[in-house]
């Protein structure tokens, strides 16, 4: 990184919103998952529906779109998007008691919606902890993390 301008901070060294309006507009796309670990008797509740506080995948599905679509509320320099899609979608790990969460954003603009897919995953967690909670307080949430984006000027990007 030596020799680059840092993007978010102005030229006295502060936090600063990148002006991203001499950019064009590309089609960009961004996908993010995180884990959640519980005990296998929390786990057996939720897959047959019998959480005390109801149906927790729809509610945290709920959650996540919502929350990426306030994202630049959420995030100090994020830059508000007109998302063009943004879907929660969640894969049952019984092995492992785990619920995998998949986010993906989408839009066509100047910047990228990585925020608004890692903002989904997260907050979709969080509200799966939130529905369980009840009968667990020692959840795991983790593996949070950004799997693929695309578009804009410095391309495509996927996790290893």
Known sequence: MSGKRLTHV??????????????????????AEALVRLAPATYALLVEGNLPKGDALS???VAGISAAKQTQHLIPLCHPLALTYVGVDFE?????????????????GQTGVEME????????????????????KDILIEGVRLLHK???KSGEYTAK
């Not at 102005?10 to 507009?25: I, L, N």
């Not at 049952?92 to 066509?108: D, M, N, S």
Request: overall charge positive; glycine content about 6%.
């Open 92 to 108: 049952l790990l019984p092995a492992e008691h785990t619920v995998r969460i998949a986010a993906e954003a989408r839009c066509t």
């Open 59 to 61: 509610v945290a599905k």
């Open 117 to 136: 897919a890692l903002t989904a995953a997260s907050v979709a967690a969080l509200a799966l902890y939130d529905m369980c909670k009840a009968v667990q």
């Open 10 to 31: 102005d030229e006295h060294g502060k936090a600063t919103m990148v002006d991203v309006g001499a950019k064009a507009d590309t089609r960009r796309q961004a996908r």
């Open 150 to 152: 695309s578009g804009g």
